[in-house]
């Protein structure tokens, strides 16, 4: 577990100052996240024609919620990938591809008011 998704635990407070959202919309975000996460890979798994059986191969580094909210500090705090690899104990190419495979959802499960709330102003 990464020490931001720790933190946010432990002050839930400190959660719209550091992802730019409440906690309760971060869990309800994260809730909704794997619900669309598993429709997606249920849908690709239907189309796939297998010849080895499916659920082998290297699990993922960081849960959903670390990937959700991987995506959301970003968005917030515009700091380059490889501190957020850093950050969250991963490389930067896969900080880049968790970000570039969550901001399509998050677009889909966050109002576009919201989506521009989290992201931080540029002057």
Known sequence: MSNILNYIEENPKQTQRLI?????????????????YHEKKALLESKKV?????????KPKL???EQIILTLVYLRHLTTFQLLGI???VSESTANDTFNYWLPNLRELLPSSLLEQVKKKRF
């Open 20 to 36: 730019g959202l409440e906690y309760e919309q971060l869990q309800q975000l994260i809730i909704n996240g794997e619900r669309l």
């Open 50 to 58: 297998r010849i080895i059986a499916g659920g082998g191969g290297r």
């Open 63 to 65: 849960s959903i919620s």
């Open 87 to 89: 950050q969250f104990e």
